[in-house]
């Protein structure tokens, strides 16, 4: 590629191939391929991303929207790994090339770093806005050049658009993740085991991220809803452990506390 020259990925093209398993059968509901149009990101095109750059590394950065495509699960794993500014440097080789359209990302697969060169052309709807996941800072590329990298691992975007959260974890990060599913325990036993691993985790500096898969029938409306969002990342940031000495109105009481931050931008 001589100075100048803009790389473009032929083993993972901008077209139909690169969308779908069977381009000429996309599967039911898929936006058509010539509804899709593929701009580029160090030019200028893409919409509201005048001033592109990779990430800015701070807590803004966590903030990522999730687009037409059913990838919450790495959504919301770039979402927790993005807290960490080291994570976010790893999975990026090189953008030494940027200005010219060419990324390379490496990946945790089967054990071992698998490194994924692409283009910087995304799929974008016909206003330009991109269609897949991006960064709620238009301007921060890293989740829509993330995904597209891992797509290309995978083989098209339609393949990455189911998943579990903690396989994409070890496989953005090359360490070992522990999942605890709460319904999976013990009733009696839930609060101690999960408070036992949150202390542990605290102390030894993990990275540590909780949501809720499940709904609760018996709530309120969750378009409504307050408390904790349903299939929303959160980041634990602290574990702390208080008491109350009793009173003549009250009896004395000993709380466990966990302090969360929500990776996600509240819609209103």
């Given amino acids: 590629m001589n100075e100048g020259e803009f790389?473009?990925?032929n083993d993972f093209p901008p077209s139909a191939r690169s969308l779908y398993y069977d381009p000429l059968h996309p599967p039911k509901g898929a936006i058509p391929n010539e509804s899709i149009k593929w701009l580029r990101i160090s030019t200028g095109d893409v919409t509201?991303?005048?001033?592109p750059k990779y990430s800015n590394y701070d807590h803004g950065s966590s903030l990522i929207e999730q687009g037409a495509l059913g990838d919450r699960y790495i959504v919301n794993a770039l979402r927790l790994i993005a807290s960490k500014p080291e994570?976010?440097?790893?999975l990026l080789v090189s953008d030494r090339f940027s200005h010219q359209g060419l990324y390379t990302f490496k990946f945790c697969k089967n054990g071992k770093w698998r490194y994924v060169h692409i283009d910087d052309l995304i799929p974008c709807r016909q206003s330009g806005k991109v269609n897949f996941?991006?960064?709620?800072?238009?301007?921060?590329?890293?989740?829509m050049l993330v995904e597209k990298a891992y797509a290309k691992l995978h083989g098209s975007y339609e393949a990455i658009a189911f998943?579990?959260?903690?396989?994409?974890?070890?496989e953005f990060c090359e360490s070992s993740v522990q999942?605890?599913?709460?319904?999976?325990?013990?009733?009696a036993d839930r609060c101690n085991v999960v408070w036992e691993v949150l202390e542990r985790a605290m102390e030894t500096k993990r990275l540590v991220g909780c949501l809720r898969t499940t709904p609760d029938p018996y709530t309120e409306n969750p378009a409504k809803r307050k408390g904790i969002s349903l299939e929303t990342m959160y980041e634990v940031i602290d574990v702390h452990v208080t008491?109350?000495?009793?009173?003549?109105?009250?009896d004395g009481i000993t709380v466990g506390l966990v302090c969360v931050r929500i990776l996600q931008v509240r819609r209103r």
């Fill in 133 to 143: 996941s991006r960064n709620h800072n238009h301007n921060e590329t890293y989740a």
């Fill in 163 to 170: 998943g579990l959260t903690e396989k994409v974890l070890h």
């Fill in 243 to 250: 008491s109350a000495e009793p009173s003549e109105d009250l």
């Fill in 7 to 9: 790389y473009v990925d």
């Fill in 48 to 51: 509201d991303c005048d001033n």
């Fill in 179 to 187: 999942c605890i599913r709460v319904d999976t325990l013990v009733a």
């Fill in 87 to 90: 994570f976010m440097k790893r």
